[in-house]
């Protein structure tokens, strides 16, 4: 049974700074992964979704990795701002259901 | 392009009183449909998913049901409402045409909260 971690659950980081958020995963038969980012009291939107046959996707200042073989994937932050604060969220997205980590909450600091 | 609609907002209901949160997705056709539920300082917990008009499947065994009467429209209900069932409501679709690089996408979400 696929579960997918997320540590920290928590970080804060000055402005300007590159961060890491990562993203564990037991079952390295992964279907897709999906980065989301949740803001308070709203919805969650899609940043990056890595195809199982990928490496890696880019989005602006956003790229996230995907290595199958280790069960990691992360998603980098460049030049972070105020703005990017939210919670992060990894899914692995399954053929039908997705399972999703409990999230690293972010805070950009100004 | 595809949107998601989700309503109400937002409600207070006491307890033992029904449940009926409705989810609308235009732009798409035969999506898989999902409801799930976010309680206060937790992750999402899948409630109900579909893969097409009447066909639900549950994933936690509780006293919310869902139903699907057209393809794009995604029901969740509850005769009796518990305090627990109080958080964050979220809809979600998924394009069932695609394989690999088929996104979830989801809906701004309903706050509940059972007095």
């Known amino acids: 049974k696929q579960e997918v971690t997320q540590i920290p659950a928590a970080l804060s980081v000055p402005e300007g700074e590159n961060l890491v958020l990562n993203c564990s995963f037991t079952?390295?038969?992964?279907?897709?992964l999906q980065w989301f980012r949740q803001d308070p009291g709203k919805g969650l939107t899609s940043l990056l979704l890595?195809?199982?046959?990928?490496r890696e996707q880019t989005s602006g200042r956003l790229n996230a990795s995907l290595d199958k073989s280790s069960g990691r994937s992360t998603l980098y932050i460049a030049a972070s701002q105020p703005g990017d604060s939210a919670t992060y969220l990894c899914a692995d997205s399954g053929t039908y259901k997705y399972i999703f980590g409990t999230g690293t909450r972010l805070k950009v600091l100004a | 392009s595809q949107t998601i609609h989700q309503w109400p907002a937002t409600l207070v209901q006491p307890v033992g009183s029904p449940l009926s949160l409705e989810c609308t997705v235009e732009g798409t056709s035969n999506p898989n449909l999902y409801w799930y539920r976010q309680a206060a300082g937790r992750g999402l917990q899948l409630l109900f998913y579909?893969?097409?008009?009447?066909?639900i499947s549950s994933e936690v065994p509780q006293n919310l049901s869902a139903s699907r009467p057209q393809d794009r429209q995604f029901i969740l209900s509850s005769k009796k409402l518990l305090l627990s069932d109080s958080g964050f409501y979220l809809c979600?679709?998924?394009?069932?045409?695609?394989?690999?690089?088929?996104?979830?996408?989801f809906g701004p979400g309903t706050r509940l909260t059972v007095l």
């Open positions: 979600a679709w998924r394009s069932r045409t695609s394989g690999s690089g088929d996104e979830q996408f």
């Open positions: 890595i195809q199982s046959s990928q």
């Open positions: 079952d390295s038969a992964i279907y897709n």
């Open positions: 579909s893969v097409g008009i009447g066909q």
